[in-house]
Each structure stands twice: as C-alpha cells, then as structure tokens.
C-alpha cells in the first residue's frame, strides 16, 4: 500500500504541476488561482489517506509507522513543491516570450 502512496503523491504533484501552468499560460494569470484548489484537494486526500493507513499499521513497528508518518509528509512537500514550480516556470515562460518574440516597432 505504501507504494501506491508514492505513487499517488507523484501524479497529483504532476497533475497539480501540468493543470496549473497549462491554465495560466492558456487563460492568463489568475486561473492559476484553480491550482490552489487542486493543491488543497491533493493534501486532503493525503490526510484522509493517512489516517485510513496509520489506522491499519497499528500493530507494525514503530519505526514502521515513523517511515509511514514520513512518507505521508514526503507527499505534502512533493504537492505544495509542484504548484511553486509551476508558478515560477511560468514567470520564466512569461520572461522568455517577452524577450524572443519582439514585435516590430513601426
């Protein structure tokens, strides 16, 4: 089950990542306010999945249960990391259009 915990914190992180950038750079900045919303849903189903999980492990090791605690951790870093990238890849974007694709002055 932890696997599937990694594995989980991954593909929010990069669906977080990928939904963010895509809405902002498509629809303009402020929609990148709708990834906070997904950021929040992601740590939510993180919690509620680490409670059901810390729950099962009651009779495991309790150095079972710290690497599960840190796991769980990992995965809220790995979530709130991806929307800061996604944020400051689209300033970098922003930035790179701005200076490759100069309109002519006329």
Known sequence: MIEFVILLGIIGG???????LFLML???KM???LGITL???????NHKLKTKY????????P?????AMH?????????????V??????????????IMIKLPTV
């Open 14 to 20: 990069w669906l977080i990542f990928a939904s963010t």
């Open 26 to 28: 498509a629809l303009g």
């Open 31 to 33: 929609w990148g306010l």
């Open 39 to 45: 950021l929040i849903a992601g740590i939510e189903i």
């Open 54 to 61: 810390m729950k099962a492990v009651m009779d495991y090791s």
């Open 63 to 67: 150095r079972a249960k710290e690497l």
């Open 71 to 83: 796991i769980f951790e990992m995965n809220e870093l790995i979530l709130m990391s991806s929307y």
């Open 85 to 98: 990238i996604a944020l400051a890849l689209y300033a970098v974007l922003q930035k790179y259009i701005e």
